[in-house]
């Protein structure tokens, strides 16, 4: 990630609940992101108090213990560092569904992963500007945490690479 990025990502990390909230609300242009974009869990919101240990557990390792990232162009998250890659998503733009605000919504009905999960599951995004995105981490009865995704440089190849 570019100096420029991990500073704003920095500065995301240091915000306060309420600073990361009116961001999230804030009217922005909600351009589809393409590309891989690198993740870092920011903090919980209110409603992680209301999810069942399980969730939270699976969150808590998953996300803020472990490397996670999303790539647009594949509609995947990449789990454990890019070892596991799932959550096949459809990313659509609409009405949040827990602020007043405008978001791309991620539903995974897409996924092959079991029913009683792709039921579960539900995430938000918002572009801040063409590299940065702030998400809300959700399940269907509430959201959960606030992340941030920053994309990742293109990777070129070298003549000769196979």
Known sequence: MASSLQRRIGALR??????????????L???IPSGRYAGCFLQRTPGWKRAGLLVRSAVALGFAALPFGVDFDRSLW???GGAVRAGRFELQPGPSHWRPTRTLAMHYEASRL????????????KPLDDDLLLGLGCVAQGDLFFFALGAEPARGHLIGDA
Do not use: F, K, W
């Open 78 to 80: 990449r789990l454990a």
């Open 14 to 27: 240091r915000a306060t609940p309420a600073e990361l909230e009116r961001l999230y609300a804030a009217p």
């Open 29 to 31: 242009a909600l351009a």
């Open 114 to 125: 079991p029913a009683s999960v792709r039921a579960l599951l539900y995430d938000e995004v």
